[in-house]
């Protein structure tokens, strides 16, 4: 064992939301969630085996209070008592809405899992990466994933060469991270959203017809069903006490832009997670269209190009993460 591996996780993006927890605990969530993992933008870990566990992101020493159960699931899935000092960098805003708590800790669980010298499948992968994040389930696999409510570990569908037409534009509203953590958000929702119980019947109701849509590919169907799943979510949020408003005015811009690009003939569906940040589904063909007419309608924001993309990469731990 080399004692050290750097592991590679691109953004779960959630079709149908993942936005609640379990009763049962040990961060299982409480609804489905669909999704599909981005190409383009990553999370890279790089972890060695240490004295004691610590883990910076982009250079920030972050709490090592959050990360103390996904490390203890990791030794005891594992069966190794190891600790691990820990590098990850993202390619893409951190805490802002882009998933990268998804990608984040499922490139840990990776590059942890290779520095103490173990093989566990990417199934064990998805089940240690779920108690850092229930999204991170989801970003061990490549493509389109899925991540029943009350499961333990996500489960692939279709690999990314499933639809190589689809494309995600993410339009970068905004670069801090957001004021509220998704976890704390949740939390709040559940406990003093009115509309979280809907929220939790709704989304389940959503899936069926989400998986019929990727199967068929049939884009329109499935960015309808994405739009009512983030906006029966937002519904929820906004209904927590005091309420939580992740939108910005550039984020509700966009919104508005996707509605015209489809008033005009261009399949453009957005969705948006926790934060300010919203992502477009649509074809290649007009993908390139789709960021000039967002970033011509909405000054100030950026665009990125997005594809389906793998799941977790090991390279070689030589040179910098
Ligand atoms: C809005 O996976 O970050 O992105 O399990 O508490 O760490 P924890 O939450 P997290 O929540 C992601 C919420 C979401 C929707 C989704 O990715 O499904």
Redo the contacts with the bound molecule.
């Keep these: 064992m080399s004692g050290e591996a750097v592991c590679r996780a691109g953004p779960?993006l959630?079709l149908i939301?993942?936005?609640g927890?379990s009763v049962k605990g040990d961060?299982l969530p409480a609804t489905p969630?669909l999704?599909v993992t981005l190409g383009g933008v990553y999370s890279e870990t790089r972890a060695r085996v240490a004295d004691d566990d610590s883990i910076t992101v982009d250079g920030v020493r972050q709490d090592t209070a959050r990360f103390a159960p996904f490390f203890d699931a990791l030794r005891s899935s594992l069966g190794v008592s190891v600790r691990f000092q820990a590098a990850s960098i993202n390619t893409f805003p951190t805490s802002a809405g882009m998933?990268s708590?998804?990608s984040g800790f499922a490139a840990l669980a990776g590059a942890c899992a290779r520095a103490a010298g173990c093989e566990p499948s990417a199934s064990d992968l998805s089940s240690i990466a779920r108690v850092?994040?229930?999204?991170?389930a989801r970003a061990v696999y490549g493509g389109f994933v899925l991540f029943p409510a009350g499961a333990r570990r996500a489960r692939p569908l279709f690999g990314p060469e499933f639809w190589p037409e689809l494309r995600i534009v993410i339009a970068v509203t905004h670069r801090g991270p957001k004021p509220v953590s998704?976890?704390r958000a949740?939390e709040e929702t559940r406990a003093g959203s009115p509309y979280y119980f809907s929220w939790i019947k709704e989304s389940a109701a959503l899936l069926p017809d989400a998986l019929r849509a990727l199967e068929s590919r049939d884009l329109e169907l499935l960015g309808e069903t994405a739009r009512r799943s983030y906006s029966l979510?937002h519904a929820a949020i906004l209904g927590a006490c005091p309420p939580i408003l992740y939108w910005l005015p550039a984020t509700v811009a966009v919104i508005h832009g996707c509605a015209a690009l489809r008033a005009d003939g261009v399949g453009a569906w957005e969705t948006i997670?926790?934060g300010p940040q919203v992502k477009i589904l649509c074809l290649a063909a007009e993908a390139e269209k789709v960021g000039r007419r967002l970033e011509e309608l909405v000054p100030g924001i950026q665009t990125i190009v997005c594809h389906a993309g793998p799941g977790l990469t090991w390279r070689e731990p030589r040179g910098e993460a």
């Design positions: 779960s959630a939301k993942y936005w927890k961060n969630s999704a998933a708590s998804s850092g994040s229930a999204s991170a998704s976890r949740m979510m997670d926790a």
